[in-house]
């Protein structure tokens, strides 16, 4: 700096406004039809959007839930999967991934993750089999899809059920293969915040198998049977995607592939910026297209850099402070520790990304992050 002031910005983590604004009018002149129309649950608006949302993650159907939890639990469920079942999962994932398996009954068994792209491996999942593992949630975390030619074949081999957690990826892909395509299921949730998100909670089940989108419609709304209203065949819940949100998803889809390049555009900067300093961006695969939901480095003494880096104005997030294993309600299923899951969850920081971000701000934060953590001897 040559002791030249910078001039300081605020960089927020998450902006939500800009995406906003490009869905509004038409969001608004939808919902007021709606509102003229009173039918506010099911119809042809949300099967529109389940429509186009299965052609465009790769699958015959999508079924739309009322969030992306209640996306794995009733996967899982409608799997056949539940009490007396194991399922792997990585360490390192948001919480909801394991409370869903919790919450179907099953048992989640643990595994740890790639020290460089921090995601589940195959060889993770050869290793933690069991009699009793039935299925595998793969999590595309921070949008990125693991070595998908490996696990597939590894669960197959295993005869373990594959389910991707795609809540962090809608529109990444594995060798031009879209997540939600690759599983036996695929989850989503549209939560707010994420790639692809609602103006509230709203979540999504991608398959291409008839039986099981048929039950999860069922079991989405009551266990009720196709076409029927008292009569309820399967025990369910209520867990639907209302109109009010499937318009806004619909209006958002349209834009969602040139969020993502923005995104990716964004994050290939900071990927360039950071090269050879003391923060690392979490590894890509070759072969996986993420969505770049969150820009993720890891770097030493995490919390004191992000607290400069908040000084200097630049808002960052941590996915995720502790891993599930350590959490109280489900350390009883860890039998060891995780160790790279464990180090991880002290050193990751997400720098602020959403689509209408500027090259000045990520410039900015990189230059800040590199200056904070080359102050070190
Ligand atoms: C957001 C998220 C979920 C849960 O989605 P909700 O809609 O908040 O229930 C599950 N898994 C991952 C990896 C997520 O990021």
Request: charged share 20%.
């Amino acid at each position: 700096m040559n002791g030249v002031a910078q001039q300081l910005r605020l960089v927020p983590f998450l902006d939500l406004a800009p995406t906003t604004s490009e869905v509004r009018e038409r969001v608004i002149s939808m919902w007021q039809e709606v509102l003229d129309r009173t039918a506010y649950v099911g119809g042809p608006y949300v099967q529109d959007f389940e429509q186009r949302f299965a052609a465009y993650c790769g699958t015959s159907e999508a079924i739309g839930v009322g969030n992306g939890t209640d996306a794995i639990q009733l996967g899982l469920r409608a799997l056949g999967i539940g009490a007396g079942d194991e399922v792997i999962v990585p360490a390192n994932t948001f919480v909801a991934t394991v409370e869903a398996i919790v919450l179907a009954g099953a048992r989640p068994r643990f595994v740890d993750v790639d020290p460089d792209t921090l995601l589940i491996t195959a060889d993770a999942v050869r290793a933690a089999v069991t009699p009793a593992t039935r299925a595998v949630i793969v999590v595309h975390l921070y949008g990125q899809l693991p070595d998908m030619d490996s696990l597939t074949e590894t669960a197959s081999a295993l005869g373990l059920v594959l389910i991707e957690d795609a809540a962090q990826a809608h529109g990444a892909s594995w060798r031009g293969r879209r997540a939600g395509s690759f599983g036996a299921v695929g989850c989503f949730s549209f939560y707010p915040g994420k790639n692809l998100g609602a103006f509230g909670d709203a979540g999504a089940v991608t398959t291409s198998h008839p039986e099981v989108a048929a039950k999860l419609r069922a079991m989405r709304d009551h266990g009720r049977a196709a076409g029927s209203h008292h009569s309820h065949e399967e025990l369910g819940t209520n867990s639907r995607l209302d109109t009010m949100q499937a318009i806004v998803l619909d209006a958002k889809l349209d834009r969602l592939e040139a969020w993502n390049r923005s995104r990716r555009r964004l994050a290939n900067a900071y990927r360039n910026l950071l090269t050879d300093s003391r923060a690392v961006p979490v590894a890509e695969l070759p072969r996986s297209r993420g969505a770049h939901h969150l820009a993720v480095v890891q770097v030493d003494r995490r919390d004191e850099v992000r607290q400069r880096l908040a000084s200097q104005g630049v808002v960052t997030g941590i996915h995720y402070p502790t891993p599930c294993h350590l959490m109280r309600p489900y350390r009883q299923y860890a039998d060891r520790d995780f160790p790279v899951a464990e180090r991880a969850a002290g050193r990751v920081l997400s720098l602020p990304l959403h689509p209408h971000l500027s090259m000045e701000d990520v410039a900015y934060v990189a230059d800040r992050l590199r200056e904070v953590t080359g102050s070190w001897g």
